[in-house]
């Protein structure tokens, strides 16, 4: 009987029901597609960031992240990689060796990141091979071998086959030097690590560096990149102590990109909650018109002996038949341009150079579809409008039935 | 008239009286650069760098020529023999013989350790002009020492904010100097010692650098002064660039 009530009102107010309706839809729509390209973005550019070089999961000597050093080191690289073969859930692990040096070309002398990698297998764990845009990848047997960012290689104003040379010490902090040759040249997009890093083949420097049995990173591939943090504890717990190692997985590695991203949807939710107040501000009215243009149909239907529960509940059946013929289809709009924006990224591969030059590392930026979150944020809106429409409702329904009738 | 000149001489005492002792700072810091370094000095020492996993033995000649004129050769351990290193003109150069280069140390490579030390490229060039850089003022003394209290000057490009020098009466020479950053932090500590006869004069055989930063307990660098000669002719040659490479061998 509600249903029907309710149901003949709405068709009887057809132009407060069809605004609120579309408002509802456009806002969940909106809603539901924008908290999904926030989410599918932050993603891909965390992503970039983590797979472009520091990985998934890192072990180094404790305190090595923060301070690094040669008192720091993986100091048992061989106890560390029998712990790490022994674990199903370890895909891969590759060592690294970062230390400072001069890099020397006939023209100019600068400071850089130069990194010892194990090229076949550091091929597998960041995009380093992806990246190259000239000459080769590193080969597990180059000798004095370089790779090279663009941005360092331009500042040292060598290509690919110029000489370098480097200048710079071991893991025993004495003197290392020799020449180098470029091999290819690299760019991953993110320019402060195009300017400052250079890699060569660990087999040819391990001699000259005195690395022997050490690394200061050793880079984790889990068979399941969403089970890191997970992994990261395990590692935490099966590593002997005396190795004296910390395991950090990405959230912990990149927590100020993660934090950045997470401000970044605060602050697009806030942006969109204004327009939402907007929205439902008009919801109110309209509800709080509707409604006091039948203060006297109410005002009737009480002095007939309806309780004041009974017009409470039937008024807010109408809401909620209104508010879900707008909220279910805005979010079935929302998720279906999510759904598509996932498939066909937003691309920008037309800017990608000055993309670069912005230090950004994406070409493209996908939406995410999950079902939850679509559900979620029906669910707010859902609760968003039927507050909007609670407080007409309240005072109508609270008046007295003479008073009503009386009213014009 | 004569009472006028007396009682003016005694104000113009009086009135000098404070500068005189901010003078003396200075002269007792320009005496101690003086015995240190000399007009000209030949050293020959080994300086040893230890941490958690050991330690390693360098040894090399030093020339240095004033305040601001230094070539060293590294002459121990076989493999980094023949690096040079020259110090002119408030910059750095050096020369690797494996690569055969002659590298202007950059700018942004100052602060870096120096042959793996504890001594940075920066203290090279600069350690032995701190009259030049800084301020000095006496903050303490007792009956052995004078404590002088060094602040840098407005203009001078230097790392450290405040320096604390304790000099020997006996000697007028470094018994410790305290290094602080600008936020009055301890960082490391230089300690004098073996104060022996050398080259003619008294002279500190040990110099020993002790980091003071949390988590650097375990390292430090120790000098050990094995010969050294001072004032004596240095041939101008020797500050060139030219002999970076050709002192080398």
């Keep these: 009987m509600f249903l029907d009530l309710a149901w003949k009102n709405i068709c009887s107010q057809r132009r407060r029901s069809l605004v609120t309706v579309l408002l509802l839809l456009f806002a969940t729509a909106i809603l539901v597609f924008s908290g999904a390209f926030m989410e599918g973005s932050h993603r891909q550019m965390i992503r970039s960031a983590v797979e472009i070089y520091p990985s998934y999961l890192q072990i180094t000597g404790n305190g090595y992240r923060d301070e690094p050093g040669v008192d720091r080191l993986v100091f048992d690289l061989a106890a560390l990689n029998n712990v790490l073969n022994a674990q199903s859930e370890v895909a891969l692990a590759t060592s690294r060796y970062e230390s400072f040096a001069l890099l020397v070309s006939d023209h100019q002398a600068l400071g850089a990141l130069l990194a010892a990698v194990e090229p076949d297998k550091e091929a597998q764990v960041s995009r380093l091979k992806q990246s190259l845009i000239r000459g080769e990848y590193l080969s597990n047997n180059d000798q004095n071998q370089v790779y090279l960012g663009r941005e360092l290689a331009q500042r040292l104003k060598v290509d690919v086959g110029s000489n370098l040379a480097f200048v710079g010490s071991g893991a025993d ?112 009215i309209y509800t709080l018109l509707a409604i006091m243009a039948r203060t006297r149909e109410i005002g009737i239907l009480r002095a007939i002996g309806s ?25 079935m709009l929302g998720g279906a341009f999510a759904w598509y924006f996932q498939e066909n990224p937003f691309s920008f591969s037309a800017w990608e150079e000055q993309f670069k030059q912005y230090n950004l590392a994406v070409s493209t930026l996908p939406a995410l579809f999950s079902l939850t979150q679509i559900l979620r944020d029906m669910i707010i809106m859902t609760l968003a409008a039927l507050m909007a429409m609670l407080v007409p409702l309240l005072r109508v329904t609270r008046l007295r039935p003479t008073e009503a009738m009386r009213h014009v | 008239m004569q009472l006028l000149l007396r009682y003016s001489l005694i104000g113009l005492i009086l009135f000098s ?52 004129r230094n070539f060293i050769k590294i002459t121990y351990p076989a493999k980094d023999r023949g690096i040079t290193f020259l110090k002119i003109d408030n910059g750095l150069w050096q020369y690797v013989p494996r690569i055969e280069k002659i590298i202007k140390i950059p700018a942004a490579m100052m602060l870096q350790s120096w042959m793996g030390s504890d001594f940075s490229n920066d203290d090279l060039v600069r350690e032995s002009l701190l009259s030049r850089d800084y301020h000095s003022s006496i903050s303490a003394e007792d009956d052995e020492t004078w404590t002088l209290e060094l602040t840098a000057r407005a203009e001078a490009p230097v790392v450290w904010g405040r320096l604390l020098v304790v000099l020997s009466r006996e000697h007028l020479l470094p018994l410790r100097v305290d290094y602080y950053d600008e936020e009055n932090q301890l960082i490391r500590t230089l300690e004098y010692s073996r104060y022996s006869e050398m080259g003619g004069r008294i002279y500190p055989a040990r110099w020993f650098m002790q980091p003071r930063e949390a988590g650097q307990e375990e390292r430090w660098t120790r000098i050990d002064v094995m010969e050294a000669a001072f004032d004596l002719d240095i041939p101008e040659e020797t500050f060139s660039k030219r002999a970076l490479k050709r002192l080398s061998r």
């Design chain 2, 17 to 68: 009286a404070t500068p005189l002792v901010a003078a003396d700072a200075e002269s007792l810091l320009q005496e101690m650069e003086d015995r240190l370094y000399g007009d000209t000095a030949i050293i020959k020492l080994a300086m040893v760098v230890g941490n958690r996993r050991g330690e390693r033995r360098m040894e090399m000649e030093s020339y240095s020529s004033g305040r601001d």
């Design chain 1, 307 to 331: 309780s004041q529960r009974q017009i409470f509940t039937l008024l807010l059946l109408e809401g909620l038949i209104l508010t879900l013929a707008g909220v279910i289809p805005g979010g």
């Design chain 1, 173 to 284: 902090s004495s003197f290392a030097a020799d020449r180098l040759h470029v091999k290819g040249i690299f760019q991953t997009g993110l320019f402060d690590f195009d300017n400052s890093s250079a890699f060569v083949n660990r087999t040819y420097i391990e001699p000259l560096m005195a690395l022997d049995n050490t690394a200061s990173h050793v880079i984790v591939l889990p068979h399941n990149p969403d089970q890191v943090q997970d992994l990261a504890r395990l590692l935490s717990q099966r590593l002997p102590p005396e190795l004296g190692l910390e395991v950090r997985s990405w959230q912990e590695t990149m927590s100020g990109l993660v934090e950045a991203m997470t401000v970044d949807s605060i602050f697009g939710y806030l942006t969109l909650s204004v327009l939402f107040l907007v929205i439902l501000f008009v919801i109110t």
